[in-house]
């Protein structure tokens, strides 16, 4: 029998290994995303809130300036300067940092038959070591008002001396070199990709030639990249529509949201079906979208998303205007159809949430000028002010019940039509359902063949 003896440390789990094995901790590799949606619906906000959520470095960086190295222009290492400089050049928490690449469309490859894309399919080729992994030395330059090393703090000569002799004193030393790997920075990539959803359609889409085939109207997918139908609305994804089918076909576990359970209908979105090879035939090589695995597609701002950017957040657009004619002394108010039409002109604009400061500022900017320092105390924005017949409705002091009575009377004219339209709304969809009207062409066909058969 064989004892031990208690002073020798216990046997390792790995004792017996060969000695080339790999007993290294597990690493866990970053996954670099794209964002594609159109202009406005928050894409770099998402990028902002994640960095701000995890508390790490970021820096966003726009893609249009950059050249390949050797030409005017930036190179693609500057990204990682900007984001070192934004974690105060403190190494290990640049490398855990995030950098945001916006407009990286504007990098395919131009499809030009004479010189050189050298800002095109040239800086792909420079991001695909940057973003993958390797060591970025970024030299630090030295502000241009610091004291140099080793000389006197106070120049007795100005910088523009007419003799010519400079200061005493060593000459400034170069900026401190950094090394940055950028192993486990994540880089996340956004763009509008204007163009991509025909693309995309054309891949997925049946051809139209020859008798009963379908024919997709040229003007149906517009280049925000979102679906929309003739007067301009998107096209919600409903149950049994050639949307859905499309979705069931190239998307794993859809199931399209029934418009009877009270939540609002996802819409067609063209992007949400990209494949590697659509990002190839828009003019990005492989090799770079083989290092993005992740892709995620924003739909287009609906009217009932813009009212509660409009409304809802602490910063919204609304608080900031009340706010500003606060500080004069002056009330701001919106009425509820008010706020609907203005959600409404900016979804007819197609930029986005930006199309809501624009109608503001439309609305408001005589508003602005004409108010503070004059006896007007209250200004009111109703429906017809919002529709641009009137000009803002001016009350000055003393007036406030009439200010308020204003108010009630719009909003309760606003609560009878919305009683009015739900009350014929649920009065339609009980009719249809007693109906035997068929909402698709294969369930007409079937109560067709069964009529059909049942007279025979």
Same mark, same amino acid.
């Given at each position: 029998?064989? *004892?031990?003896?208690?002073?020798?440390?216990?046997?390792?789990?790995?004792?017996?290994?060969?000695?080339?094995?790999?007993? $290294?901790?597990?690493?866990?590799?970053? $996954?670099? &995303?794209?964002?594609?949606?159109?202009?406005?619906?928050?894409?770099?906000?998402?990028?902002?809130?994640?960095a701000?959520?995890?508390?790490?470095?970021? $820096?966003?960086?726009?893609?249009? !300036? *950059?050249?390949?190295?050797?030409?005017i222009?930036?190179?693609?290492?500057?990204? %990682?300067?900007?984001?070192?400089?934004a974690?105060?050049?403190?190494?290990?928490?640049?490398?855990?940092?995030?950098?945001?690449?916006?407009?990286?469309?504007?990098? +395919?490859?131009?499809?030009?038959?004479?010189?050189?894309?050298?800002?095109?399919?040239?800086?792909?080729?420079?991001?695909?070591?940057?973003?993958?992994?390797?060591?970025?030395?970024?030299?630090?330059?030295?502000?241009?008002? +610091?004291?140099?090393?080793?000389?006197?703090?106070?120049?007795? /000569?100005? @910088?523009?001396? @007419?003799?010519?002799? !400079?200061?005493?004193?060593?000459?400034?030393?170069?900026?401190?070199? /950094?090394?940055?790997?950028?192993?486990?920075?994540?880089?996340i990539?956004?763009?509008?990709?204007?163009?991509?959803?025909?693309?995309?359609?054309?891949?997925?889409?049946?051809?139209?030639?020859?008798?009963?085939?379908?024919?997709?109207?040229?003007?149906?997918?517009?280049?925000?990249?979102?679906?929309?139908?003739a007067?301009?609305?998107?096209? @919600?994804?409903?149950?049994?529509?050639?949307?859905?089918?499309? /979705?069931r076909?190239?998307?794993?576990?859809?199931? +399209?949201?029934?418009?009877?359970?009270?939540?609002?209908?996802?819409? *067609?979105?063209?992007?949400?079906?990209?494949? @590697?090879?659509d990002?190839?035939? /828009?003019?990005?090589?492989?090799?770079?979208i083989?290092?993005?695995? %992740?892709?995620?597609?924003?739909? !287009?701002?609906?009217h009932?998303?813009?009212?509660?950017?409009?409304?809802?957040?602490?910063n919204?657009?609304?608080?900031?205007?009340?706010?500003?004619? $606060?500080?004069?002394?002056?009330?701001?108010?919106?009425?509820?159809?008010?706020?609907?039409?203005?959600?409404?002109?900016?979804?007819?604009?197609?930029?986005?949430?930006?199309?809501?400061?624009?109608?503001?500022?439309?609305?408001?900017?005589?508003?602005?000028?004409?108010?503070?320092?004059?006896?007007?105390?209250?200004?009111?924005?109703?429906?017809?002010?919002?529709?641009?017949?009137?000009?803002? %409705?001016?009350?000055?002091?003393?007036?406030?019940?009439?200010?308020?009575?204003? &108010?009630?009377?719009?909003?309760?004219?606003?609560?009878?039509?919305?009683?009015?339209?739900?009350?014929?709304?649920?009065?339609?969809?009980?009719?249809?359902?007693?109906?035997?009207? +068929?909402s698709? *062409?294969?369930?007409?066909?079937?109560?067709?063949?069964?009529?059909?058969?049942?007279g025979?």
């Amino acid at each position: 029998m064989h *004892f031990s003896d208690p002073r020798e440390p216990p046997a390792s789990p790995l004792d017996g290994l060969p000695n080339n094995a790999d007993t $290294s901790p597990l690493q866990l590799e970053k $996954s670099n &995303i794209l964002l594609l949606g159109p202009s406005g619906v928050g894409k770099t906000l998402m990028a902002k809130t994640l960095a701000r959520v995890l508390s790490v470095p970021f $820096s966003i960086s726009d893609c249009t !300036p *950059f050249t390949q190295a050797g030409y005017i222009g930036e190179d693609a290492e500057v990204c %990682v300067h900007r984001l070192l400089a934004a974690a105060n050049y403190d190494v290990e928490q640049a490398e855990r940092g995030i950098i945001c690449l916006d407009e990286v469309d504007k990098l +395919a490859a131009a499809k030009v038959s004479h010189g050189k894309d050298v800002s095109g399919e040239g800086v792909q080729q420079a991001l695909l070591k940057l973003i993958e992994g390797t060591t970025v030395q970024v030299h630090a330059k030295p502000e241009r008002n +610091a004291p140099r090393a080793g000389g006197p703090q106070n120049n007795s /000569y100005p @910088p523009n001396n @007419p003799l010519g002799n !400079p200061p005493s004193g060593p000459v400034s030393p170069k900026g401190e070199v /950094y090394n940055v790997r950028t192993d486990n920075i994540l880089f996340i990539f956004s763009g509008a990709f204007v163009g991509l959803n025909k693309i995309i359609m054309d891949r997925i889409s049946r051809g139209s030639i020859g008798f009963g085939q379908p024919v997709r109207a040229s003007d149906s997918h517009d280049g925000r990249g979102g679906s929309h139908s003739a007067n301009g609305a998107p096209v @919600p994804i409903l149950p049994g529509s050639e949307e859905e089918a499309l /979705y069931r076909k190239h998307l794993p576990f859809f199931t +399209a949201t029934s418009p009877s359970a009270g939540e609002e209908p996802m819409y *067609f979105n063209p992007l949400d079906l990209l494949t @590697p090879a659509d990002l190839q035939n /828009y003019g990005f090589i492989p090799e770079l979208i083989g290092r993005i695995p %992740v892709t995620t597609a924003l739909s !287009p701002l609906t009217h009932s998303l813009l009212l509660r950017i409009l409304t809802e957040p602490r910063n919204s657009l609304v608080a900031q205007y009340t706010t500003l004619f $606060s500080l004069s002394g002056i009330e701001l108010r919106f009425t509820t159809p008010a706020l609907h039409k203005i959600a409404a002109n900016a979804l007819a604009m197609g930029t986005g949430a930006r199309a809501l400061r624009t109608e503001l500022e439309m609305l408001l900017s005589d508003a602005m000028f004409e108010v503070p320092g004059s006896s007007v105390k209250f200004v009111l924005v109703n429906e017809a002010v919002a529709e641009r017949k009137e000009k803002p %409705v001016y009350l000055g002091r003393g007036q406030g019940a009439r200010f308020h009575a204003m &108010i009630a009377a719009e909003e309760s004219e606003w609560e009878e039509k919305m009683r009015r339209e739900k009350a014929k709304t649920k009065k339609q969809s009980g009719s249809k359902g007693d109906s035997s009207q +068929a909402s698709t *062409f294969e369930e007409y066909r079937n109560r067709a063949s069964k009529a059909m058969g049942g007279g025979q």
